[in-house]
Protein backbone atom coordinates (compact mmCIF):
# COMPACT_ATOMS: atom_id res chain seq x y z
CA UNK A 1 0.00 0.00 0.00
CA UNK A 2 1.05 3.50 -1.22
CA UNK A 3 1.40 5.73 1.95
CA UNK A 4 2.82 8.69 3.20
CA UNK A 5 3.00 9.18 7.33
CA UNK A 6 3.80 12.14 9.00
CA UNK A 7 4.87 12.56 12.59
CA UNK A 8 6.60 14.85 14.97
CA UNK A 9 3.20 17.52 15.74
CA UNK A 10 2.71 18.18 19.16
CA UNK A 11 1.71 20.53 21.32
CA UNK A 12 4.21 23.85 21.66
CA UNK A 13 4.50 27.18 23.16
CA UNK A 14 4.56 30.24 21.49
CA UNK A 15 8.22 30.71 20.51
CA UNK A 16 8.98 27.20 20.37
CA UNK A 17 9.78 24.95 17.69
CA UNK A 18 9.21 21.26 16.44
CA UNK A 19 10.17 18.81 13.44
CA UNK A 20 7.88 17.13 11.05
CA UNK A 21 9.03 14.20 9.16
CA UNK A 22 7.10 12.64 6.75
CA UNK A 23 8.41 9.17 5.35
CA UNK A 24 7.16 7.20 2.43
CA UNK A 25 6.27 3.62 2.05
CA UNK A 26 5.06 1.26 -0.77
CA UNK A 27 6.56 3.65 -3.67
CA UNK A 28 9.64 5.68 -4.00
CA UNK A 29 9.13 9.23 -4.53
CA UNK A 30 12.03 10.16 -4.69
CA UNK A 31 11.95 11.78 -7.65
CA UNK A 32 8.94 13.90 -6.78
CA UNK A 33 8.38 17.38 -5.56
CA UNK A 34 7.11 16.97 -1.87
CA UNK A 35 6.03 19.43 0.62
CA UNK A 36 3.25 20.55 3.00
CA UNK A 37 -0.08 22.01 3.36
CA UNK A 38 -2.01 22.46 6.74
CA UNK A 39 -5.60 23.31 7.49
CA UNK A 40 -7.25 24.72 10.18
CA UNK A 41 -10.66 24.84 11.29
CA UNK A 42 -12.97 27.25 9.29
CA UNK A 43 -10.25 28.04 6.85
CA UNK A 44 -9.18 26.18 3.11
CA UNK A 45 -6.27 24.32 3.08
CA UNK A 46 -3.10 26.42 2.58
CA UNK A 47 -0.05 25.75 1.40
CA UNK A 48 3.14 25.81 3.51
CA UNK A 49 6.09 24.64 1.77
CA UNK A 50 7.54 22.57 -1.19
CA UNK A 51 10.84 20.95 -2.57
CA UNK A 52 12.15 19.79 -5.60
CA UNK A 53 14.55 16.16 -5.39
CA UNK A 54 17.69 16.97 -4.28
CA UNK A 55 16.77 19.66 -2.01
CA UNK A 56 16.22 21.60 -5.00
CA UNK A 57 13.69 24.70 -5.29
CA UNK A 58 12.54 25.49 -2.03
CA UNK A 59 9.56 27.44 -1.66
CA UNK A 60 7.51 28.93 1.12
CA UNK A 61 4.42 30.49 1.86
CA UNK A 62 4.43 34.46 3.17
CA UNK A 63 3.47 33.55 5.84
CA UNK A 64 6.14 31.22 7.31
CA UNK A 65 9.41 32.51 5.30
CA UNK A 66 12.02 33.01 7.91
CA UNK A 67 10.35 31.01 10.15
CA UNK A 68 10.25 27.34 8.66
CA UNK A 69 12.52 24.86 6.85
CA UNK A 70 11.88 22.32 4.12
CA UNK A 71 14.46 19.94 3.38
CA UNK A 72 14.59 16.14 1.98
CA UNK A 73 15.75 13.00 3.91
CA UNK A 74 16.11 9.26 3.44
CA UNK A 75 18.15 9.53 0.17
CA UNK A 76 14.68 12.01 -0.98
CA UNK A 77 12.19 9.46 -0.08
CA UNK A 78 11.18 11.84 3.08
CA UNK A 79 10.19 15.15 3.46
CA UNK A 80 10.90 16.99 6.71
CA UNK A 81 9.55 20.43 7.78
CA UNK A 82 11.94 22.12 10.58
CA UNK A 83 8.95 24.98 12.38
CA UNK A 84 10.70 27.15 14.27
CA UNK A 85 9.47 30.52 16.16
CA UNK A 86 6.11 28.97 16.02
CA UNK A 87 3.23 31.17 16.62
CA UNK A 88 -0.68 30.78 17.62
CA UNK A 89 -1.86 31.21 14.10
CA UNK A 90 0.35 28.54 13.16
CA UNK A 91 -1.92 25.83 15.19
CA UNK A 92 -3.39 23.19 12.36
CA UNK A 93 -3.32 20.10 10.87
CA UNK A 94 -0.13 19.72 8.37
CA UNK A 95 -0.09 17.29 5.86
CA UNK A 96 2.93 16.34 4.05
CA UNK A 97 2.35 15.42 -0.23
CA UNK A 98 4.53 13.88 -3.09
CA UNK A 99 3.77 15.54 -6.23
CA UNK A 100 2.85 12.11 -8.14
CA UNK A 101 0.09 12.07 -10.54
CA UNK A 102 -2.46 11.75 -8.85
CA UNK A 103 -0.94 13.55 -5.94
CA UNK A 104 -0.60 11.64 -2.57
CA UNK A 105 -1.38 12.57 0.26
CA UNK A 106 -0.47 11.31 4.05
CA UNK A 107 -3.11 11.44 7.34
CA UNK A 108 -1.76 14.34 8.86
CA UNK A 109 0.06 15.21 12.00
CA UNK A 110 -1.75 18.14 14.39
CA UNK A 111 0.56 21.56 15.58
CA UNK A 112 -0.96 23.08 18.27
CA UNK A 113 1.06 26.37 19.12
CA UNK A 114 -0.49 27.75 22.73
CA UNK A 115 0.17 31.51 23.33
Known amino acids: QVQLVESGGGLVQAGGSLRLSCAAS????????MGWYRESPGKEREFVAA????????NYADSVTGRFTISRGNADNAVDLQLNSLKPEDTAMYFC????????WGQGTQVTVSS
Open 26 to 33: GRAFRNYR
Open 97 to 104: YAEAAPRV
Open 51 to 58: ISHGGGSP
